[in-house]
């Protein structure tokens, strides 16, 4: 190893590049990632276990939304008021 400690190619005696180690690392782990039922025990736990992460993650940027106040509460009194007149 040389040029300090960077993955060197040996036709060419070039260091590789960061953007194609990054490629690889990225399209590794998104096979992992995508594949990883496929692959043997310990990785597919690893596979299963991010997924369960990542989706939690997401989910939990975006929480169900409830609004303050009913926006039909004055229409429902209403109702009621009048069904109460009707019955009476």
């Given at each position: 190893?040389?040029?300090?400690?960077?993955?060197?190619?040996?036709?060419?005696?070039k260091v590789m590049p960061k953007?194609?180690?990054t490629l690889v690392i990225t399209l590794?782990?998104?096979i992992v990632l995508l594949?990883?039922?496929?692959l043997p025990a310990p990785f597919s736990t690893i596979s299963k276990n991010t997924r369960n992460t990542m989706n939690n993650f997401?989910?939990?940027l975006f929480p169900s939304w409830?609004?303050?106040s009913r926006p039909n509460e004055?229409?429902?009194?209403?109702?009621?008021?009048?069904?109460q007149q009707n019955t009476r």
């Open positions: 190893m040389g040029y300090g400690g960077a993955i060197v190619w040996r036709r060419n005696s953007k194609t180690i590794l782990a998104a594949f990883g039922d496929f997401v989910a939990g409830r609004p303050k004055r229409t429902e009194k209403a109702l009621e008021q009048e069904q």
